[in-house]
């Protein structure tokens, strides 16, 4: 599994680029609702949900996977250049486009790497992404997409693995950069990043 996130009802979804697949595992609760721990043997195992395709429903390469707060489950497709809505049971949700699609086309041309998907609390969807080769920092970008779909705004230079945002728009992005600490290991370094708003939903930078 490449990726995966927690949805409030109890599942976890997980997605594979290679073959691109997207599971899910619900957790095993007690009779209250609350989670349950349980042994190795006794651990429920993952259904798939869905497999590679580019028609609705199926997906090509995914490389990021969010819940947003209504409980959909948004993936977003390095291979298809989208994203694309579904339920708890693997369905395609219409949720883009003012309710009547299931995918919505990213902005991105051939050859652009799709690292990471992250929602915040009013829908905003931010794609982490990189052109070339991402042997430097100017070749990584933060998009932002509207609830509905619809590309708003990028900022270049965020070079960055992955990311998540909180329900303030803070992004927190795991770097590339490493630090050394007082006991000579070598850490990962996490950066938080609090976005200004656009100016206009035209601007690109």
Partial sequence: V???AVHPQGYVFGITAQPS???RIQLPVDSSGNLQPVSDASAPMATLLSGEGSREGLIGGPAGIAIALDGRIIVAEGNNYRLQAFDVNGNPVPYFNGGTSSTAPLQNQQGD????????GKGYIYVLYATG??????????AIYQPDGTYLTQTQNFAAGC?????LRA???????MIVDQNNRIQPT????LPTPPTSPSSNQ
Wanted: no cysteine; glycine share 2%.
């Fill in 2 to 4: 490449d990726r995966y």
């Fill in 190 to 193: 996490v950066s938080k990043w």
């Fill in 21 to 23: 697949k997207i599971h």
């Fill in 171 to 177: 992004v927190f992005a795991l770097n590339y950069e």
């Fill in 133 to 142: 080769d991402g042997s430097s920092a100017d070749q990584y970008w933060l």
């Fill in 163 to 167: 990311i998540s945002v909180d329900l």
């Fill in 113 to 120: 790497v799709i690292l990471d998907l992250a929602i915040e």
